[in-house]
């Protein structure tokens, strides 16, 4: 075995994967116009919105929080809203900066969300509403999303401080 074949073989045995806890951080369920919203025929407007927070808290142990926001309503009244930060603590070890990066932004996240998903179905059904089952996330191609927009913002301010000097 050449030398680079075998680091590249040491390296993947080094890279590890663990997800240690998975928890719901925090969760609210609003019903603002029970019970005359149950009286109206259930033809609701979902809107969903995302959003993932992460944070180191040890040596390659990360704490990775996907929140999801759901507001259902009827009309112009809201019939429900549910906000929960589902959370997770993995350890990350032995990846590149990059491929932790990812290993942060989509594949935690993807971890996360059938969690968040199961709970706000529950929710739902509990506050007295049909189910309701989201669909499934990309987070891979909303990471690439962020991803490009951070290298377009650095492209501008370095254009920018670029015109800035002449």
Request: with cysteine; proline share 5%.
């Amino acid at each position: 075995m050449s030398d680079s074949n075998q680091k590249a073989s040491n390296s993947a045995r080094q890279q590890q994967f663990v997800m240690q806890k998975i928890y719901v951080k925090d969760v609210s369920f609003e019903t603002p116009n029970t019970p005359e919203v149950f009286t109206q025929e259930w033809k609701p407007d979902v809107n969903v919105e995302l959003d993932t927070k992460g944070k180191q808290i040890a040596p390659d142990v990360h704490e990775v929080v996907l929140g999801v926001t759901v507001t259902v309503k009827m009309g112009d009244k809201v019939a429900y809203l549910i906000e929960i930060h589902q959370a997770g603590i993995f350890t990350i070890k032995g990846f590149a900066d990059g491929d932790r990066g990812a290993m942060l932004g989509s594949y935690c996240p993807n971890v996360l969300f059938p969690f968040a998903r199961e709970a706000i179905s529950d929710l739902v059904t509990k506050g007295g509403f049909p189910q309701l089952l989201l669909a499934p996330v990309n987070f891979d191609a909303i990471y690439h999303e962020h991803l490009q927009r951070i290298r377009a913002q650095s492209s501008e301010q370095k254009n920018a401080g670029e015109k800035a000097v002449h």
